[in-house]
């Protein structure tokens, strides 16, 4: 699949849809304004921005089946979520109260971007943080980390989860989150999991419905 870019010359994005161009501009205009930021990391958010919206087009396109040009608003916690954004059970009850109260049943692709924009900066700062600590954990460069050495990973930093907070976490996500692929975690004879992948981590991590 071919991804987005952004000839600075001619200021041109490859997106399908002008309104993608012209919000995008309007970020990366804002990115370069900001104080304090290296040449090379407003680069690096640059072109991750330019990839996550080309993405966040594709994702729209792929629900509007019917050609509309709108979606049910209900849609958007999940389809944020495929796009690496985290809404649990909390936010998503938050959103609906706010779009009863605004009376908005629908959405269109800039509405839909528009949600996007409000936490696309935390998004790419979260994805960068867990890529760091899960490279860390994956001494093997197996692209999986071993669930032992996680769950003890786990119980000394942070909130220091709990082993049974943790087995139950586990537990649930396997049997109900319809997200995670068979191969990126690993199974024993016992049918406990040994190794998960990074992607399966963190799909996990997201998976809104769990409490």
Do not use: C
């Amino acid at each position: 699949m071919q991804l987005a870019n952004f000839d600075s010359k001619k200021n041109e994005f490859n997106y399908e849809y002008d309104i993608t161009k012209k919000i995008v501009s309007k970020i990366l205009n804002k990115l370069n304004k900001e104080q304090g930021i290296s040449s090379g990391t407003k680069d690096y958010n640059r072109s991750k921005i330019v990839k996550y919206f080309f993405e966040a087009e594709l994702l729209f396109k792929y629900h509007d089946m019917n050609k509309s040009g709108e979606l049910d608003i209900k849609l958007f916690p999940q389809m944020a979520r495929q796009l690496k954004q985290i809404y649990d059970i909390r936010d998503i009850k938050k959103f609906e109260k706010e779009m009863q109260f605004k009376k908005i049943n629908k959405m269109s692709l800039p509405m839909f971007l528009t949600l996007l924009k409000r936490r696309l900066f935390k998004t790419i700062d979260e994805n960068e943080t867990f890529q760091k600590y899960f490279h860390v954990l994956d001494m093997d460069k197996k692209n999986k980390i071993d669930v032992n050495k996680l769950k003890s990973f786990l119980s000394l930093i942070g909130d220091k989860v709990s082993a049974e907070n943790f087995d139950f976490f586990f537990k649930y996500n396997i049997t109900n989150n319809d997200k995670l692929k068979e191969e990126d975690i690993i199974m024993d004879d016992k049918n406990n999991p040994t190794e998960i992948s990074a992607d399966a981590y963190r799909d996990m991590l997201t998976y809104y419905k769990y409490l």
